[in-house]
């Protein structure tokens, strides 16, 4: 039997109902909506379970609906001022500054051809479009300027800024958490300056946020369905629990990941891990419904459709974002002559091959190239970059990245001031990073906790792939779309902090008042970092006194 729910579940990320997995409340506490600051946790006893069966599938969000959006809005809007603000400086004298210059013209010719760049710039046109097409929005709307060019980029930024609130909201059932983790996304130097400039990597992050969002609604959604199963008698009525019917949220989830791996291939790797968790957490819900066999109940009923959205709906949004290319007649290789196997332009086609047309084995040579080319993008062992950096520095931002450098002028009243734009990590959020990331890890294995278990998961395939290639040429800003999970992975254990509405008036007013002194940290980190994050001119000891580090020289 088929369900699906009995009312049409909202568009909104907050408005499907969610649950709290398998949690550990006591019964009065699970009858109760979790006030806000609260942390939800993640496991019921089963004495808890006895009263309603359905009840271990989920609870409704909390009642703060209006509320919270008042709160989601505000806090985007003052974030949008953030980033928006003097968005056109700085420039190399109305030029793109650092990888701008790649992206940036490569836009621009998107916009005069219809979509598709004609130049290969010295085999650079290394990136599949859709984050140039982004660009090109800009710079069609405002021109070929600063402001153009980054314009996309700061809406991009403003976008994670709605969706982290809305996530940290659903994770922990708690409004005040999710306005937590906006403020503490704003705060973050490397969202902010990444929000800030003409590249491709935060549009790479918009997608993953995006897809992680859809994912939490979907597990939501299949159990508030599985819950009206439950009520109505034939969830159990075979071994392997219902159908749950089309799930546009997981649907959705595909979409997002199909438009990251358009932006740049990274998506790949988030494809798997999604589609691992999406069907685990299936597993989990079919197991709680009180299914016999969920396991198996996951492999006939979910997971050839999981494989549909995971694998054939993200193939065809890539293969969609090309339009403009496989259309064209001028494109980079699109009439490619000379290539390698499995196609070589102008032989004859391997009988393996024959049934694929032409322009789609030209788009997979183009991406040969392509893939040479990133393969090869090598560290020179005589010159290496100078802002070149390791994975392994990464999660701490111990060696950030250069953007702008000015020297020499009079603007700040002094006689030699400095202007610079520095990609930076605001240290009071990633210098805990791996206590963070270690009270994850506990969290995960010792109490099997669903929440950090998804976004452990989500930060380290932003990481560890990087460890595969260790000569490649690597940089601070890869970081990018693993941001926003560092933020979640601090806001999970400031709910602990803020300690259950039931700990008594004085242990709820102390975790309150500890959360506000560390957001407090983290904003005035922010403030002071703020001249080298914009490229506001200052005097050169002030200049100095930013690096922290020695190896941010």
């Known amino acids: 039997m088929s369900v699906t729910e009995t009312e049409p579940a909202e568009g ?44 271990r599938l989920g609870r409704p969000m909390p009642t703060d609906r209006l509320r919270s959006w008042l709160v989601t809005l505000t806090i985007t809007l003052i974030g949008a001022v953030v980033r ?56 069609w709307l405002f021109g070929y300027d600063g402001v153009g060019w980054r314009f996309a980029s700061a809406a991009a930024g403003t976008i994670m800024i709605l969706l982290i609130i809305r996530i940290a909201r659903r994770l922990t059932r708690s409004t005040l958490l999710g306005a937590v983790a906006g403020i503490l996304l704003i705060a973050d130097g490397v969202s902010h300056l990444q929000a800030r400039m003409g590249m491709l990597d935060i549009f790479t992050a918009l997608f993953v946020l995006a ?30 629990g219902p159908r749950l019917g089309f799930r546009w949220w997981r649907f959705a989830g595909g979409v997002c990941l199909g438009l990251m791996c358009v932006v740049k291939w990274d998506g790949l790797f988030w494809i798997a891990a999604f589609g691992v968790l999406t069907v685990a957490w299936d597993v989990a819900a079919r ?11 996951m492999l006939r009923r979910d997971l050839l459709p999981a494989l549909y959205v995971f694998l054939v709906v993200t193939l065809l949004v890539y293969l969609g974002g090309w339009w403009a290319w496989l259309l064209s007649e001028t494109g980079v290789d699109r009439h490619a002559v000379g290539g390698t196997y499995p196609y070589t332009p102008g032989q004859p086609v391997p009988w393996a091959f024959r049934w ?50 000015e020297s020499g002028t009079a603007a700040c009243g002094s006689s030699d001031c400095v202007s610079a734009t520095m990609l930076v990590g605001t240290p009071a ?14 969290r995960s294995i010792g109490r099997f906790d669903w929440r950090y278990i998804a976004v452990l998961v989500t930060y380290l395939v932003g990481v560890l792939p990087w460890f595969l290639n260790i000569n490649r040429q690597m940089y601070f800003f890869y970081m990018t779309p693993v941001a926003p999970f560092l933020v979640l992975l601090l806001v999970l254990p400031l709910g602990e902090v803020l300690g259950r509405a039931r700990a008594g008036y004085e242990r709820r007013q102390t975790g309150v ?25 200052i005097s050169a000891a002030r200049w100095q006194a930013e690096l922290w580090l020695p190896s941010w020289r």
Not at 19 to 32: F, R
Not at 287 to 297: I, L, Q
Not at 380 to 395: F, I, M, N
């Open 211 to 240: 897809a992680f969002a859809c994912l939490l609604c979907d597990r939501d959604l299949v159990r508030r369905r599985l819950a009206v199963a439950v009520r109505a008698g034939f969830a159990t009525d075979t071994p392997y």
């Open 84 to 139: 928006f603000q003097n968005l056109g400086f700085p420039t190399d004298n109305g030029t793109p500054v650092f990888d701008e210059k790649h992206y940036v013209p490569q836009a621009l010719q998107m916009l005069r051809n219809g979509g598709f760049e004609d130049n290969p710039g010295y085999e650079l046109t290394v990136h599949p479009p859709m984050g140039k097409y982004l660009i090109a929005i800009g710079e």
């Open 12 to 55: 909104d990320l907050v408005d499907v109902d969610s649950s709290i997995e398998d949690a550990d409340l006591d019964l009065d506490e699970a009858d109760a909506l979790v006030p806000p600051g609260e942390l939800p946790p993640a496991d019921p006893p089963p004495d808890t379970l006895l009263a309603d069966p359905a009840e």
């Open 356 to 405: 694929v047309p032409q322009a789609i084995r030209l788009l997979f040579h183009y991406s040969q190239n392509v893939l040479y080319f990133h393969e090869h993008l090598l560290t020179p062992k005589d010159s290496p970059h100078p802002w070149e950096s390791k994975p392994w520095t990464w999660p701490m931002g111990l060696r950030p990245m250069l953007y702008y450098y």
């Open 287 to 297: 197991r709680a419904a009180g299914v016999a066999r969920p396991w198996v109940g």
């Open 513 to 537: 008042l500890v959360v506000a002194l560390y957001v407090g940290l983290v904003v005035a980190n922010f403030v002071w970092l703020w001249p080298i994050l914009n490229g506001d001119p």
């Open 429 to 442: 959020m990633w210098w805990l990073a791996f206590p963070a990331l270690g009270w994850a890890l506990w």
